[in-house]
């Protein structure tokens, strides 16, 4: 681990990729696919359990937002080895059974879906307890551990945060927002339903939160984004407002609500890093915004205005924080405080400014959950959701951080909103790269490397 940090700390230094205009070629070319599972769309929020060895997934089935009968959504139960989905439940004949995350906890599955409830059940699809809820849970529960007695959040778009005993369901605490309009015990739900499906399900906290202990009582807290370009932290223990502001400094702070603020560093080294971005003066640079543990900025760092947004996820390592960006990453190094870009893909991914919010988000990168070593060196996978340049299709870039090349550009057999996964899925002693596109499908590629090579873990 030592050596490979060492390593890592030498390599990001200031500079462009080295581009060099590439056809971007099918995945299965170079990595071979080991198995396919039809499991319908899943987003970005869409987390990874695992329990038994098997692999758990939500689903949205064929279409997003349910308006009609979808039969192809809830949780599927995956066999890593070869792709035959073992269970599928939670995808029932009425209601919008669109599940993102799971979240694993002992030998307990806990699930949202967009038909406002909260489930706990076990592997095999049995229900444990069943919570109507204010409205949809757009992401994953949020483990809270404290002590003896660890508790599970769950958040609905209307604008409720709610901690529980997973064990029996039992409320411990619930936050709403000073904007919440969902239901609450006591009223028709069935009014409810049908006005937060089919006409209005609010944004209020849809985004994964970012997790810390801001206030250092030895529990995580957690820190949303909200569609009032709004930053909340909410104390883990108790569900009281820690703090929130909105766009206070100077600039106008970009706020992704479906994205999970970048939270980095520990005690009085957490750093909360925000976009802001320029719209009215070409002449006045994006810069990233350094907030502490209070909410309080500390930093700011400009950077060039080509580098164009962040991503919606990042890898987060011991010494480093690797960002992706429209065309390329930015590294930052904790022990410096200091931000790097590696940057020029921007030839084949350009930002899509004023091109509107949902081609914009069509346009947000995601990374990989590890680094690996490919061609002698380390690197990192970024899924490019969409190739606006050749045939819409999503796209892998495998940057090495230490030669700054993209080293290979590969196209997904379709588009993809999918946190790519890197891991032996299928145990046969190489690396595999997990990912789901818009075609239905799960695709395990085979890397064709040694699973025990040169990495580090998030």
Request: aromatic letters at 12%.
């Amino acid at each position: 681990m030592k050596v490979v940090i060492s390593i890592l700390s030498s390599i990001f230094l200031i500079g462009n990729v080295q581009n060099t205009k590439v056809n971007p070629i099918p995945i299965e070319n170079t990595f071979p696919i080991n198995w396919v599972a039809d499991i319908g769309n899943t987003t970005y929020r869409s987390d990874v359990a695992h329990l038994n060895e098997k692999l758990i997934i939500g689903s949205n089935g064929e279409n997003y937002r349910d308006f009609y009968l979808d039969e192809g959504n809830g949780v599927y139960v995956i066999n890593p080895l070869n792709g035959k989905i073992e269970t599928q439940f939670l995808n029932e004949e009425y209601g919008d059974m669109d599940v993102n995350g799971v979240l694993k906890y002992g030998d307990k599955l806990f699930i949202g879906n967009d038909n406002d409830e909260f489930i706990c059940a076990d592997i095999t699809g049995n229900i444990i307890y069943r919570l109507p809820v204010s409205g949809d849970i757009e992401h994953s529960p949020i483990l809270i551990k404290n002590g003896k007695q660890n508790t599970i959040v769950y958040a609905t778009e209307s604008g409720e945060i709610t901690s529980i005993l997973p064990e029996t369901g039992e409320k411990i605490w619930t936050y709403f927002h000073k904007y919440f309009k969902g239901w609450k015990p006591g009223d028709n739900r069935f009014i409810f339903q049908v006005k937060t499906t089919y006409i209005n399900s609010g944004q209020l906290f849809f985004g994964k939160p970012g997790v810390a202990d801001l206030n250092k009582d030895g529990v995580l807290d957690l820190v949303y984004y909200t569609n009032w370009d709004e930053t909340i932290a909410i104390n883990g223990k108790t569900g009281t407002k820690l703090w929130s502001h909105k766009k206070a400094e100077k600039s106008n702070v970009h706020i992704n609500y479906r994205r999970t603020p970048i939270i980095t560093g520990q005690g009085d080294d957490i750093r909360i890093i925000k976009f802001a971005q320029k719209y009215s003066d070409e002449s006045e640079p994006n810069k990233l915004m350094f907030y502490n543990r209070k909410g309080i900025l500390i930093q700011e760092t400009p950077f060039k205005r080509a580098i164009g947004y962040l991503g919606l996820n990042t890898l987060d390592l011991q010494d480093q924080l690797i960002i992706p960006l429209n065309n390329g990453v930015a590294v930052y190094t904790k022990s410096t405080r200091k931000v790097d870009f590696i940057t020029g893909l921007n030839k084949m991914y350009p930002c899509s400014y004023g091109s509107g919010f949902t081609n914009r988000l069509h346009s947000d990168p995601l990374i990989a959950n590890r680094t690996f070593e490919y061609a002698g060196e380390a690197c990192v996978i970024v899924l490019h959701q969409t190739d606006y340049n050749t045939d819409y299709k999503a796209a892998i870039s495998i940057i090495g951080l230490k030669s700054r090349k993209r080293l290979k550009f590969l196209h997904l057999p379709e588009t993809s909103e999918f946190k790519p996964l890197i891991k032996d899925f299928n145990k046969d002693g190489k690396l595999d790269l997990l990912v789901n596109c818009r075609d239905g499908k799960l695709y395990c590629f085979d890397l064709k490397i040694a699973a025990n090579n040169l990495t580090i873990n998030q």
